[in-house]
């Protein structure tokens, strides 16, 4: 086959790929391994480079820490923590709430997956908001976007800096240490955190009557549940799933991009909609746990029973990991124990064992705990990558990139890197985002004889960065959904946020990893 041809088949495929992902027909993993097997039957991948992503350390190590995030979670550590910050003197603001609640949240996202963190704060900052008489619906975006903030800040912030690290030890580097992403990723913390604080109040919407109503209701009957792509409606008809007979609850409401759903019959049940159930009361004690729901909330309190020394050994075992991995990797830990590599793959092993022997994490059920698709959509986005260089795409892109630099300088294909990862990760999914740049990345600086390091920054920074759009990231999905939030809010202020972290990080990006010749 041709290489013309396999460039041709190659970029058909990554094009039927984002059309099917934003037409949201399939789970993304599915879709992209779905890419794979295509790619692998015309013969651009082998069935090993096709399998490869699922050793990847990068990938095995986000589903660890699936493990490590549930762990903490049921602790109720995070829950203890947050409401010890939340300001209870009267006459409180929204700025003051964000003073308190944004640095913290940064904070504990920076170690733990952002998912569990919002799941866990949004009812308390809920039920907070509603004790204060502030509107709920200035905290929710807000608490999104700075469980994002902090991600970008370590290694193991997001499961897209893993992505990116674990791709760059298969390419023979180094990778990341654990905090060498906070050089830029801890300057656009600090500036959106001030953006927000100053500015969110005003760009944010107020909460509207319907959901007084809700407000007043919660606490006795209704729940706000959001479904999760594990809920077995998903692509179903509302009139052909039987929602009572398998929840034992009522559909009252269905609210979908900040709109309420008006004839039922016609619409489809989707991964991301808020329902708004009539129940008996018991409903969340029943299906708290369950993976269907991504998010459940009736207003009140629920506190999992754990024992006082569960809570500071989970805490105690994720500052080992902290300091093992960042401590690990440096330079005289080889010399002093030669031959072990003392990475964040190893400490990540033995806390989520640790974790499981003392039943911090119920080891019996700990597939539940594991997002799959997004395990599946890392290791099948890391052999499409492969497909980008086995077809000389990556190669081509790359040189449409650094001709760009001929007039002008490789900052312009950092920007345009930059921009491009962005533009993806708004309207699929942030970890496909980094695998399909990647192999650009790395094409475009071999092009231009320079170290990749400022371009493989850039990518990690520009993946994490979904502000203006509900759809990149699943945090978004889930406070538009409980906030009852249109795509439009997410855009007035989010699109700022996406400009102040691309200028930080062109500003930043190579003053820390300079534009040197490789070596």
């Not at 059920?365 to 997002?371: C, G, H, L, Q, V």
């Not at 599946?376 to 000389?392: E, Y």
């Amino acid at each position: 086959m041709g290489a013309n041809l396999e460039i041709w088949i190659v970029f058909a495929g990554l094009c039927l790929m984002m059309w099917a992902l934003i037409a949201d027909w399939l789970r993304p993993g599915f879709v992209l391994f779905s890419g794979v097997v295509f790619f692998m039957c015309t013969g651009v991948l082998s069935p090993h480079e096709a399998l490869a992503g699922f050793a990847n350390k990068g990938m095995i190590t986000v589903g660890l820490l699936f493990l490590i995030s549930e762990g903490v979670r049921r602790s109720d550590a995070l829950g203890h923590l947050v409401k010890w910050l939340l300001p209870s003197e009267r006459g409180i603001t929204v700025r003051k709430g964000y003073l308190r609640i944004l640095p913290t949240i940064a904070s504990v996202s920076a170690f733990l997956n952002n998912t569990p963190v919002v799941v866990v704060f949004i009812p308390i900052i809920k039920q907070w908001a509603r004790k204060s008489g502030l509107a709920v619906r200035k905290f929710l975006i807000p608490l999104s976007y700075a469980a994002i903030l902090g991600g970008m800040c370590t290694l193991i912030g997001t499961s897209t800096n893993l992505v990116v690290h674990g791709m760059m030890l298969d390419a023979g580097f180094e990778g990341f240490t654990m905090f060498e992403l906070g050089k830029v990723g801890g300057c656009i913390a600090l500036v959106g955190g001030l953006y927000l604080i100053f500015f969110g109040d005003k760009r944010l919407p107020g909460d509207t009557p319907n959901e007084e109503t809700v407000r007043n209701e919660e606490p006795s009957r209704l729940v706000e549940a959001v479904l999760g792509p594990r809920f077995p409606g998903i692509n179903r008809p509302f009139g052909e799933f039987d929602f009572k007979s398998h929840y034992g609850a009522e559909i009252r409401a269905v609210r979908r991009n900040g709109v309420e759903i008006e004839e039922l019959d016609k619409a489809v049940f989707r991964a991301g909609d808020t329902l708004v159930l009539d129940t008996d009361g018991s409903f969340i004690e029943t299906w708290g746990e369950s993976r269907v729901f991504l998010m459940l909330s009736n207003g009140s309190e629920h506190r999992p029973a754990c024992p006082r020394w569960k809570k500071w050994l989970a805490l105690g075992l994720l500052v080992i990991m902290i300091a093992g991995a960042t401590f690990g990797s440096m330079p005289f830990m080889a010399d002093l124990i030669p031959g072990r590599k003392l990475d964040m793959f190893f400490w990540v092993c033995i806390v989520a064992v640790l974790m499981a022997c003392f039943d911090i994490f119920p080891a019996k059920k700990y597939t539940k705990f594991i997002s799959w698709d997004i395990l599946i959509t890392i290791a099948s986005a890391l052999a499409i990558s492969r497909a980008m260089v086995n077809s000389g795409l990556a190669d081509w892109i790359a040189a449409g990139l650094t001709g760009l630099s001929g007039v002008a300088s490789p900052w312009i294909v950092l920007a345009v890197l930059y921009i491009t990862t962005n533009l993806i990760t708004e309207f699929i999914t942030n970890n496909a985002a980094a695998a399909f740049a990647f192999p650009v990345a790395l094409s475009a600086a071999a092009q231009l004889g320079m170290d990749p390091m400022p371009f493989f920054v850039a990518i990690c920074i520009a993946a994490s960065c979904s502000f203006s759009s509900p759809i990149g990231y699943q945090t978004n999905m889930i406070v538009q959904g409980i906030g009852n939030y249109r795509f439009r809010d997410f855009v007035r202020i989010g699109l700022p946020l996406n400009l102040i972290a691309f200028a930080v990080s062109m500003a930043l990006i190579p003053l820390f990893w300079p534009f040197e010749a490789a070596a």
